[in-house]
């Protein structure tokens, strides 16, 4: 049973790139949350999807932006990246919005 | 509104000695508190979580942590500290729109 999948592992961007991360969530879940994880510091939550739709949203601009297929995977999208968008870009797949988050290992994206 | 503070960013012990890891919330609602661990260059896995019942609450890897509902306070204890307990601990407690929110984590020094 494959748990949470993320791509890619790691990736290098300069300033004002767009970048398209990727996340294949636990068999059997329908729900999928990113979190922004900066060096030194607890993840952040960014939105939550389900069924297709940005169900919640955290504390971020709207150059973040999602997608979540009908197969229950889902990307993270950031367009003109800036230098603090550096971190490590967390998945978590759930089973519904209130069910028990498992995480990826993450995508760890540099902006130079 | 929910917080999480961890107190001690660096904890160091010498294996087989006790690992005490410190976690104080507040919440305007009955809380639902987790303790995660991440390895290096690796995603987060869920050691245990307290949601109701029992105050006490065992995890994976001989961990455990006690609710203190008077003491606003979650910590993490652990008999007799192993090298592979080296990692970052996190503590985080569920908001009210069921995600999480996190502390900033303690990273756990084992001494040989």
């Known amino acids: 049973d494959a748990g949470v999948t993320q791509s890619p592992t790691h990736l290098i961007k300069t300033r004002g790139q767009q970048v398209t991360l990727r996340c294949s969530p636990k068999s059997g879940h329908d729900t999928v949350s990113w979190y922004q994880q900066a060096l030194g510091q607890g993840p952040q939550f960014i939105f939550q999807?389900?069924?297709?739709?940005?169900?919640q949203r955290g504390n971020f601009p709207d150059r973040f932006s999602g997608h979540q297929f009908p197969n229950y995977s889902s990307e993270l999208n950031v367009n003109a990246l800036l230098l603090g968008d550096s971190a490590l870009y967390l998945c978590a797949s759930s089973l519904g919005h209130t069910g028990e988050l498992f995480f990826g290992e993450g995508s760890r994206l540099t902006v130079l | 509104a929910q917080s999480v503070t961890q107190l001690g960013s660096h904890v160091s012990v010498s294996e087989g000695a006790l690992v005490l890891l410190r976690c104080n919330y507040s919440s305007s609602v009955p809380p639902y508190l987790f303790w995660y661990v991440q390895y290096p260059n690796q995603g987060l896995q869920l050691l245990l979580k307290?949601?109701?019942?029992a105050t006490l609450v065992k995890g994976i890897n001989g961990f455990e942590a006690e609710f203190k509902k008077s003491e606003t306070s979650f910590h993490l204890t652990k008999p007799s500290a192993h090298m592979s307990d080296a990692a970052e601990y996190f503590c985080a407690v569920r908001g009210s729109n069921y995600q999480l929110i996190w502390g900033a984590g303690t990273k756990l020094i084992i001494k040989p």
């Open positions: 307290y949601t109701t019942g």
């Open positions: 999807y389900y069924e297709e739709e940005e169900r």
